[in-house]
């Protein structure tokens, strides 16, 4: 079991840059591949980015790609999404998700363990 807790988000201009991290309060991240995924008001949760139990395999939204950066260092416990030429239609809450699985989901129904979600804006 593991809990997860984000940090990073809030209000960005068009073409700014955030960094999302997402810290184990409990439990240890190195046993699970961590996905971000994000909410905007009236939508589905929907896939961001995903990495690996150690850190080298990630995959991403095609609405992200080239933008984001997801990273895992798992002797800080901690997964980080770094947020580049970001868009007003990035605002959204993002959520970090553990999956115990090797598989590579993007489905959010796949991944147990969820954090509170932080809040990011992006103005045009």
């Known amino acids: 079991q593991v809990e997860l807790v984000e940090s990073g988000g809030g209000l960005a201009q068009a073409g700014g840059s955030l960094r999302l991290s997402c810290a184990a309060a409990a439990g240890t991240l190195s046993h699970y591949a961590i996905g971000w995924f994000r909410q905007a008001p009236g939508k589905e949760r929907e896939f961001v980015a995903r990495i690996s139990r150690g850190g080298v395999i990630s995959r991403y939204a095609e609405t992200v790609k080239g933008r984001f950066t997801i990273s895992k260092d798992n002797t800080k416990n901690t997964v980080s999404l770094q947020m580049n030429s970001l868009k007003p239609e990035d605002t959204a809450v993002y959520y970090c998700?553990?999956?115990?699985?090797?598989?590579?989901?993007?489905?959010?129904?796949?991944?147990?363990?969820w954090g509170q979600g932080t809040q990011v804006t992006v103005s045009p």
């Open positions: 998700a553990a999956d115990s699985s090797t598989v590579s989901h993007a489905v959010a129904g796949r991944y147990a363990y």
